[in-house]
């Protein structure tokens, strides 16, 4: 939410040509990444016509290390037709830009920016249109060489519920508290190993999708993306896109999503038959990271840190309407 | 530094609508302004060719009393050629949306997009152009019929100086609450009142020039824009402009900002022998509010605040070397 470096015309110009984009026209910070940079550049293209990119600053050392994943990811995708941003090599062929900053232990990425804007209220249509995109990714990834375990995944909602600990969950909200010691042991011991796996977004919110009207323009922000369950990336979009401010389901929603998505990729039956469990798991998923969240944003932070009873709500749904998914 | 409130698409799009600017193509919220959030707007363009404008919408009441002296003076000085954004008048021709929101508290303006840069370290041929782009929105405004008085003239660095103390000065740096002891007094007593007087910019920092090269291709950011000695906004950005990271003085820097001043507005012999105190004063107001954000920022606060010291010696640099503007 925030751009921590100041770059100057002069040195966004030099990082700049090192891409074969033409020069700088305007650099403007955006409010987008957490514990990134980022700014939207205009340039005079490679062919004389304007061209606009995404620029990246990886701040933090811990994020280097998967960055080759992420980027490789969208250069896969993006050649197979999905709407992802293409990454820029530089000059040189490299997918990003290391060892950058004066203590050299920063890296930036040059993207490519895409049009479209992210709905607050998906529709039907738009949740149809969505749902094909992620089983066209999903497709697209499978010939995809890399390999990245999921960082959220089931240890990382025992690892995060122990750090919030039972005290920690029931000053947010006393219900927290109890929803996670009952339902995380059984989710943890129910979970699902033999459904198909894959390459998947993991965090394919509205906030991550940019859409002109019913149509996906863009699938954004893959810095969750690993190597998962498929189905369970299609239930992580279900708790994001189906349910409304005052988490009330929306069942047209819903129903488009799934058959959007079966539309291109359908489900297997013990897919179809793990999704109230995936569901549940992906709820308790963000409950988790939003409780953790909670309770370590400082009072006074520009970031109003999300609800985590939003998803924790959503977990009992999914627990008393299977049938959503039937 | 942030966007305060989030508009998703939906909203973003019925509140363009008001607007005859096409429909939404792409908003990306930016990472300026302190007290309102902004957001880079493209859309399909009246003419079916895209376009580009910067929303900003007005978080707290306290800023919209001027809001109409600051976008109607934005109208006046682009139609006389001045490189300054217009305000997009919406479809019933009012200059921004007001009692906006779900409390109708907040207000918005729509403003043209520029293309350009900021610079960070100046050279004497781009700070040559600032001073004649300067000097020329001086002469343009001359007939602006508003008028503002100057929220941060001397009363307000006297204020800012007690809410401090000498003790929280002196915490910030000893050498601070020395100077502000000796020299506000000397300069609140001495500030000249009969200099030529006009609308001025009163902010000019390389952050709030767009350049493309040597050439200025956007004057922004006119929130502190006011009424006051038209001599003291030279002073101003001679301050921002012409002393380096670590305060150096930049005498080529100088001579070219002021040589591109008087080549479209010559200085009179009065204001002339008054910009060292000028020169000393700008550097209080930078140096007052400065220390005050200092003594007021959180310690875990995102922004980091700016150190007063920066103007403080420039002051000392003023009063030791008169003969710089000689």
């Known amino acids: 939410m925030a751009v921590y470096t100041h770059l100057g015309a002069e040195e966004m110009s030099a990082l700049i040509a090192r891409f074969d984009v033409g020069t700088l026209v305007s650099a403007k910070g955006i409010a987008e990444g957490v514990s990134n940079s980022n700014w939207l550049l205009e340039t005079t293209g490679k062919d004389g016509a304007s061209a606009r990119f995404i620029l990246t600053m990886y701040e933090f050392r811990i994020e280097l290390e998967d960055l080759p994943y992420f980027l490789s990811l969208l250069d896969h995708l993006a050649a197979k037709g999905c709407p992802v941003p293409r990454t820029i090599h530089d000059r040189e062929g490299n997918l990003f830009v290391s060892e950058y900053g004066p203590n050299g232990d920063k890296a930036l990425a040059l993207i490519?920016?895409?049009?479209?804007?992210?709905?607050?209220?998906?529709?039907?249509?738009?949740?149809?249109?969505?749902?094909?995109?992620?089983?066209?990714?999903?497709?697209?990834?499978?010939?995809?060489?890399?390999?990245?375990?999921?960082?959220?995944?089931?240890?990382?909602?025992?690892?995060?519920?122990?750090?919030?600990?039972?005290?920690?969950?029931?000053?947010?909200?006393?219900?927290?508290?109890?929803?996670?010691?009952?339902?995380?042991?059984?989710?943890?011991?129910?979970?699902?190993?033999?459904?198909?796996?894959?390459?998947?977004?993991?965090?394919?919110?509205?906030?991550?999708?940019?859409?002109?009207?019913?149509?996906?323009?863009?699938?954004?922000?893959?810095?969750?993306?690993?190597?998962?369950?498929?189905?369970?990336?299609?239930?992580?979009?279900?708790?994001?896109?189906?349910f409304d401010k005052n988490d009330a389901f929306q069942p047209d929603v819903s129903q488009a999503l799934i058959e959007g998505y079966e539309s291109v990729r359908p489900l297997s039956a013990e897919e179809r038959a793990a999704l109230p469990l995936l569901g549940q798991g992906a709820a308790m998923r963000f409950a988790m990271s939003r409780a953790w969240d909670w309770l370590n944003t400082p009072a006074d932070a520009l970031v109003t840190p999300k609800d985590p009873m939003g998803p924790a709500r959503r977990l009992g749904f999914y627990k008393a309407n299977p049938q959503v998914f039937a």
């Not at 927290?176 to 339902?183: D, M, R, Y």
Request: hydrophobic share 50%; charged share 15%; proline share 7%.
């Open 112 to 242: 490519e920016y895409l049009p479209g804007v992210s709905v607050s209220t998906p529709t039907a249509g738009q949740a149809r249109a969505v749902g094909a995109e992620l089983a066209r990714l999903h497709l697209a990834a499978a010939d995809f060489p890399a390999s990245r375990a999921n960082g959220m995944g089931v240890a990382e909602w025992q690892r995060l519920a122990a750090a919030c600990g039972p005290e920690g969950l029931a000053r947010i909200n006393p219900e927290l508290a109890e929803i996670v010691a009952s339902e995380l042991p059984r989710l943890a011991a129910s979970w699902p190993a033999d459904l198909p796996a894959g390459v998947i977004h993991a965090d394919l919110f509205p906030d991550n999708v940019l859409m002109l009207g019913d149509k996906v323009t863009g699938l954004i922000d893959f810095y969750f993306a690993c190597n998962d369950l498929i189905a369970y990336d299609l239930a992580v979009t279900h708790v994001a896109w189906c």
